[in-house]
């Protein structure tokens, strides 16, 4: 999931002529509503972890996610859920693994997906038909 080459770099300026390999990802900044809910397992989820299962299928670029990164989500739920348990071992692997899922502003830049405003539907920008502009220019 991570992309490939350095960090970018905003507000420098660009010492090389290569155009960027890789571009940001735009994503309107609204909560992700077709997010699985946690798989069943042994024993119940703790309250914490349903939190953080929460949190993480609700944001918004989860709209890119393809089946093998929600398989990695559900994945880290366990780890999440060994974590949230008292099994402070689990630490290090839940932040790693919630830097892959771009759980943070930090990895999202990492990721390079960046949130931007929803345009409402009346703002987007549509075809005008010619012949209501000469009607209108006519009147």
């Known amino acids: 999931m991570p992309a ?12 090389h002529r290569v155009p960027p390999v890789h571009q940001w990802t735009e994503v309107e900044d609204v909560p992700f509503g077709d997010g699985p809910s946690l798989p069943p397992k042994r024993g119940s989820w703790s309250k914490a972890t349903r939190r953080w299962w929460a949190a993480v299928s609700t944001m918004p670029h989860c709209c890119l996610w393809t089946p093998a990164d929600w398989q990695f989500a559900f994945d880290t739920a366990l780890v999440a859920a060994r974590f949230h348990g008292g099994d402070v071992r689990a630490a290090y692997e839940l932040r790693a693994r919630e830097k892959v899922l771009g759980t943070t502003l930090d990895a999202r ?5 960046r949130y931007v ?21 006519e009147e």
């Open 4 to 15: 490939a080459g350095r960090k970018p770099n905003e507000g420098t300026p660009v010492r």
């Open 109 to 113: 830049r990492d990721l390079r997906i």
């Open 117 to 137: 405003e929803s345009v409402a539907e009346e703002e987007r920008a549509g075809v005008t038909a010619i012949a209501d502009y000469r009607r209108a220019l």
